[in-house]
């Protein structure tokens, strides 16, 4: 319907039908049938044609005057729609895990933000083992170590992260036995947290024994800094905290993936631009 009323619009301002089908591109007979179609609708004649002339009925005319607005608003509409999916500008939405290289990720996106000044980026964190799948945000980075969630969301993973099992340099004793770390106290991110073993041609899981539970990796750190427990973290945390030691396993952690999640593959430029930024800086995060 809103064609019709586009193609009447067409006709009037080019004067005659053959004019507006060279304007649309569009057969001058599928023109005629659409006319007839919309005055067939609005059961009234729209335009009067003789061979050399074409003019508004009475009607046609305050159809034209109440219809043109909002067909020039549309076509804006359109227009700005295609303008965002082509030019890097308006605002970024991003969601990213507690404390995930928060100083490298900040002096990444205060650069990106110099080089393209019309997009704007809000970036939010979460704290969960996986983020609520919330369409207000156009990228969502999550860390994880085995299959994410079912959703409608597009994953690309980036990278894989090392991890190990520490312990502070102060603690009495520890198994260096995959099988014993149960009996070990842990401090873990959440009350469900399992660790993960690369075995040979397996794998092994066990259930580690709570002795504290913090969402932020640096009080984690902190945590077994103080010899409160064991602690499961990325390679890039754990070797570069002062106090803590790798203990020694014969089976290695499996490693923490970063993967990136959008909403579609017809990403707007903003996100395409930031896609293509980030990944060409993504060496810093390794």
């Not at 999916?85 to 002096?107: A, D, H, R, T």
């Not at 198994?175 to 073993?197: C, H, K």
């Not at 504290?212 to 973290?233: F, T, Y």
């Amino acid at each position: 319907m809103l064609d019709n009323y586009l193609i009447f619009i067409s006709i009037v301002e080019c004067g005659s039908l053959t004019a507006a089908a060279e304007r649309l591109a569009i057969p001058k007979s599928k023109l005629s049938r659409k006319l007839a179609l919309l005055e067939k609708r609005l059961n009234c004649q729209l335009l009067i044609r003789t061979t050399r002339r074409q003019h508004l009925t009475d009607t046609g005319l305050a159809l034209y005057q109440s219809v043109k607005p909002h067909i020039e608003a549309l076509v804006g509409v359109e227009e700005m729609i295609n303008s965002i999916n082509v030019e890097p500008k308006g605002k970024l939405n991003i969601l990213l895990p507690l404390e995930f290289f928060n100083q490298v990720i900040g002096s990444l996106i205060t650069k990106f933000a110099v080089q393209y000044p019309d997009i704007v980026i809000t970036c939010q964190h979460y704290s969960e083992q996986y983020p609520e799948f919330d369409h207000q945000f156009d990228l969502v980075f999550v860390l994880h170590e085995n299959t994410l969630p079912t959703s409608n969301w597009i994953g690309r993973t980036l990278l894989s992260f090392p991890q190990a099992i520490y312990a502070g340099n102060n603690l009495h004793s520890y198994s260096t036995n995959v099988s014993d770390l149960e009996s070990e106290f842990a401090i873990v991110a959440n009350e469900n947290e399992q660790w993960y073993f690369r075995l040979d041609d397996s794998s092994k899981i066990i259930t580690p024994k709570i002795g504290m539970v913090l969402s932020s990796p640096e009080m984690r750190v902190s945590a077994a800094q103080r010899n409160i427990g064991l602690v499961k973290l990325p390679n890039y945390i754990g070797d570069n905290s002062a106090g803590l030691i790798t203990i020694p396993l014969p089976h290695q952690v499996v490693a923490q993936q970063l993967t990136l999640l959008y909403q579609s593959r017809n990403v707007p430029a903003k996100t395409r631009i930031f896609l293509d930024y980030f990944q060409s800086h993504i060496g810093s995060l390794s």
